[in-house]
């Protein structure tokens, strides 16, 4: 067989809490497994970089459970298109590779939500993921003035995160009003009960730091890097000064491959039945891209769909009231985050919404839809692809910018070479 194919009985793409549970409930199960991941870690998002360090006690747990099933790991392995039916291109460092499945299980996450305002593109303001990200991999936070500006519980996450690093954590504004926070949380010891050791570890962690609910971040401003940030609330508007602005709102399902294998994806998410199965037989989608729900969802969703596609329906039956829960989780942080009109349209004339390509609001407002402002305008076609602006022309026009075209990233000319014609398991 060719080193640069090889064929599994099931494929997981993403190494995060839902491929982790995915993977290892399809190999218990005695099927040829492969979880590959485009990072060189395993855990996703939420605990990348944890791995040699031994990582939270549900990361290591899941980890030893993935290892004892025997699941093979591919990492730095990054799928960007599938050549024909059954088989998906991957690049690695050592090359093209050609994965052919019998079953397909897509966990591939979500991404960060920004929508722009005056200010946004400045250095000094990220992404609060991103700097989480950063901060992971040991950038240096320490003696930082840092205003949080955004929606969601990862406000809390990242905060904590930051303060451990010695950064100072001037003040968390939180766009969404008190009273539907207080809702959200009186909701927790029926739908989420682990939640609430969680938010008061997090309480503990954020002592003396203010956190502001119905504010919002309204500009940035700095000559050549950020030096202050101007926010409003309700009663007043005034300006923090800073040397880092987290923002983000939530997130958004990462949907480029499921789409670019034709299954179907309605208000933002992919369609999946009681067994986590797409529209297309035999792939099968869980955390994330299916809605955004946390680590609990992910993993749910990821075990029920390592069993139906190991062929255990029984198995993945067995789980579907711990998903009902995790669903109604979901719905319950949608209300509470849902986005104020206010912040959706906080971009002027000047504010660039395409950052890759430098296009700025005024240029775009003139088209009635993505297609056209991307073929005028290049919006969406620099190194993001749109997965940054892609979002925001969503919540600033309605337009839909959604994507199905190869490759899902950006890759060498090299990888996409002719694919090799030969079935594997021919010699070489
Ligand atoms: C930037 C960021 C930071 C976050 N930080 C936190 C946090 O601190 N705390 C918290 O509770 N939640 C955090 N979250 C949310 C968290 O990711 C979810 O709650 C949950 O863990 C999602 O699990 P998942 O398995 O669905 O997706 P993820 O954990 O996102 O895993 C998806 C994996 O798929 C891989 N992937 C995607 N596309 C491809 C491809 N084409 N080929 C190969 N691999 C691919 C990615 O590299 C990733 O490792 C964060 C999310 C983001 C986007």
Redo the contacts with the bound molecule.
Sequence with gaps: MSDTRSRFEVVV???????LAAAAAAAECGRRTLV????PWLG???W?GREAKGGPGSAKRWLARLQAAGAAVARQ???VASPGPGVLLAESPEGPREIEWEKLIL??????LFLPFPGWTLPGVVGI??L??LVKGGWPLAGKRIVIAGSGP?LF??AAEYRAAGADVVLIAEQADLARLVRFGLSLPRLAPGKILQAAQYQAALLGVPYRTGCWAVSAQGADRLEGVTLRSARRTWTERCDVLATGFG?LP?LE?PRLLGCRTENGAAVVDDRQESSQAGIFIA??PTGIG??GR?LVEGLIAGFAAAGRPERAGRLWRKRRRALAFSRAMDRAFALRDEVRDLASPETPICRCEDVPRRDLEKYGGWRAAKLHTRCGMGPCQGRICGGAVEKLFGWDAASNRPP??PVSIGTLREPDPRPSGASD
Aim: hydrophobic share 45%; charged share 15%.
């Design positions: 793409v993403g190494a995060g809490p839902a491929g590959l991941d485009a990072t996703g998002q939420i990348r392995t990054t799928v966990t591939i996450g979500a991404r960060e993921g991103g989480q990200v990862l996450a990242a997130f990462n491959l955390g994330e946390g680590e992910a899902v990233f």
